[in-house]
Every structure is written in C-alpha cells, then in structure tokens.
C-alpha cells in the first residue's frame, strides 16, 4: 500500500509530495497536464512587504528563511536552478507617499526587510525615480515552471507521477483505508488549485478564484537587477527580457488572455517606465483564493482519508513550502495545523 495519493503537481502538490518523502511517506502523484494550472503561469514573484500601506505579508518572519532552505534543497536534489534573490525596488509616487513609507517602516517592524533609498542614477531616462523609494530584500523571483519541471522529473525517476485525469468517481472508501482504480492508499490529499470547484468532496469550501493575467516584455536597454514595483511590476527574467504584472479580476474565470489585461498592464508599467518596450507573451490563469484569504489544509470530516491542500492565493511561492511542511507533520506526526489554515475553520461548510 502507498501512503499518499497526491492529486495535482502545482506548487500545493509538489511541495506537499517533497515534503512528505522528507518524513519518509511513500507517494503517488497524478496530473493532468492538459488542465490550466495556476502554477505554471505564475510570476513566481515573493516579496514580504506588500500593499499600499506596506504591511508585513501573513506569517513573513517564519515563511522567508524557510522558503529560501526549500528551493535551494530542491535545486540541490535535482540539479537545476530556479530560484532567484532579487531585491524590489519601490519608487515613491509623491512627496506624501515618501512621508508615509517613511513613517511605515518604523511602525511596521520591517527594518529587516526594507530601507529607504535616494533617486538611483542608473535608472535615470528609463525608469521614473526623481524621490528615490523603498528598497526590499529577501524577495525574489521562483521560476515556477522549471521548478515543476525538474519536480517533474525527479518524481518520474521514482516512477511516482502519472499524468491523467482524476476520476472521483472511481474512489473506494473502507474503514481504514481508500483505494482508487484498484489501489489502495492511507490518504488522497486533493492538490487541484482552482479545479478544486468539480470536486464532489471538498466544493463547498469558501474559494473565491481570482482571474490574473501577465506580459513578457521586451527592453532595448538595461536595468540594474530589480524587481520595480508601483502597483504593477515590472521583474527582470533573462537578457532584456522581462515579465510584467498583474491583473486582478474575479468575474471571468477563465485562462484566456484578454485585450484589457493588457491594457491594463502595459498602461500600469508606463506609469514608471519611460523606455519603449515590445509585448513578446501574454499569459492567464486563475488564482486558488479564498473568501477569507487563508489557505485550506486537513482531513474531511465525515471521510478522514480525504485530504486537501489548496487555497494558495496570490502567494503560492511563498506559502507552499512551509505550509507543506505544518500538513505533513500533521499527517504523520499528529501536529496541529496552523489555525488560521486548517479547514476545521470551516466544518460547518461541507
Ligand atoms: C497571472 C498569475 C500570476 C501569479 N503570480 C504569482 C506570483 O508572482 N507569486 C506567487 O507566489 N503566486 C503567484 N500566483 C499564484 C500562484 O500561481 C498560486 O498561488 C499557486 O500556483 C497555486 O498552486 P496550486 O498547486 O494550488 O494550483 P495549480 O497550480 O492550479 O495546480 C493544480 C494542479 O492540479 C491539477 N489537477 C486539477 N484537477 C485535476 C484532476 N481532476 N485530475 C488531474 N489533475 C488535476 C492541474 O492540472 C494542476 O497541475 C499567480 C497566479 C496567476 C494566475
């Protein structure tokens, strides 16, 4: 018998499935390539100060030291490189969101993270920075396809992915144990992102899926290696290649590019970039968020051997790792979820 059945190898799934072979479990992955996956269009941007009012993102302290010892383990173990430390830099628009930032980063705790920097003269004639702004570090950028990619390959050695569709229907549920097609397994954790929605077991959680689209742009000049950050960002990927974005909309969930997504990119990055630039690739997918933005980890109530790890949101890159880690101490160990994750929240839903 296998232990786990992880269905999905998104950031939820492969995390998951790594961190369970760390504590020993056996594992089965099954995906279906052909499915939109949030994952696999992501920026893969991490930054742990956010938002207009610059506030520390939901357990920052514990989530960036560990992610940075997850991915480089993951490079370690499988060869390749994906993760990028790069700081983001955010120019002040005005005079008066100097004085607030200024003001915020004491009042925030975040001297750690961020410091105030004057106007940067290799950015002059390209990007607009006449106040100088907030500088970040321990931010970055996880290209998220080729960390699933090597993932990928790292599982298929073990012989432990197959990619095909789930059939909910072929679940058998016994006292102890599950078994699907035959198999039989301690546990099914569902791994699906945004897909979660057709699933019979766990549908009725509160997600609230968020639309979001990116460009690939193309400069035909340098920037220093930073992340540049006024609401829509602007993040440096090879060359003079650079990705752009992002939108947020909640009411057309689907991963079609659209005009307006564009639009709203590119007029978002001329806010900042004085340079002209070429739209090279447009991408869109949709976000696994949830109602009350916290994640989703833990056990059906009524079939234990039902699991979902899920409701990532726009921050996939950064919680996976560490949330994974807390779902799998729970799952072999008995540790308690985080509080703020675990679905118990929300028994009463489904
Ligand atoms: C435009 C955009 C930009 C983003 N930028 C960032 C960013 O910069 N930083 C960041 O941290 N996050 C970002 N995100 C969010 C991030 O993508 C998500 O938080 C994260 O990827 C969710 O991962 P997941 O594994 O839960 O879901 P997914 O990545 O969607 O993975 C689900 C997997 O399950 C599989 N699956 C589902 N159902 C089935 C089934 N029935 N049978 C077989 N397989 C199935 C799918 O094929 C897929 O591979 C962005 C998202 C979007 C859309």
């Known amino acids: 018998m296998i232990d786990f059945l992880i269905v999905g190898q998104g950031l939820a799934g492969t995390t998951l499935a790594y961190q369970l072979l760390k504590k020993g479990a056996s594992i089965s992955i099954i995906d279906n390539p052909a499915l939109p996956s949030s994952s696999r269009v992501a920026g ?17 302290d514990e989530l960036y030291p560990y992610l940075f010892n997850f991915y480089r383990e993951i490079e370690n173990l499988t060869g390749e490189i994906f993760l990028y430390e790069i700081p983001i830099y955010r120019p002040f628009k005005n ?21 105030i920097i ?76 945004f897909h979660a929605i057709r699933n019979p077991f766990f549908k009725n959680l509160p997600f609230n899926p968020v639309k979001g689209e990116t460009l690939d742009i193309k ?40 005009e307006e997504g564009k639009q709203q990119i590119e007029d978002g990055i001329r806010q900042f970039l004085t340079v002209q630039f070429e739209v090279i690739d447009q991408k869109a997918g949709v ?7 916290r994640p989703f980890a833990g056990l059906h109530p009524e079939f234990p051997s039902l699991g979902i790890f899920n409701g990532l949101g726009t921050k996939g890159v950064s919680l996976a790792p560490y949330l994974a880690a807390n779902f799998a101490d729970h799952l072999l160990d008995g540790k308690e979820i985080n509080t703020e994750t675990t679905i118990d929240r929300l028994n009463a839903l489904y």
Not at 160 to 188: A, H, L, R, V
Not at 287 to 293: C, F
Request: charged residues 25%.
């Open 44 to 60: 893969g941007m991490f930054n742990p100060v956010t938002g207009k009012h610059l506030a520390k993102t939901w357990l920052a």
């Open 95 to 115: 005079e008066q969101q100097k004085a607030q930032f200024e003001k915020l980063i004491p009042k925030h705790q975040i001297e750690k993270y961020c410091k």
């Open 118 to 193: 004057p106007p940067q003269t290799e950015l002059q004639g390209k990007v607009l920075n006449p106040l100088g702004g907030v500088l970040t570090e321990q931010c970055g950028r996880l290209d998220v396809e080729k960390f699933l990619d090597a993932s990928k390959g790292y599982f298929d050695k073990l012989r432990s992915i197959s990619n095909e569709e789930f059939d909910y229907k072929s679940i058998e549920i016994q006292e102890s144990t599950i078994s699907y097609k035959g198999n039989d397994y301690q546990y099914i954790i569902f791994c699906e992102g």
């Open 219 to 258: 400069l035909n000049t340098k920037l220093p290696p930073q992340i540049i950050n006024q609401g829509k960002w602007l993040m440096p990927l090879e060359g003079s290649t650079f990705k752009a974005g992002a939108t947020y909309v909640w009411h057309e969930l689907n991963d079609r590019n659209s």
């Open 287 to 293: 976000r696994p968020a949830t109602k009350d933005r």
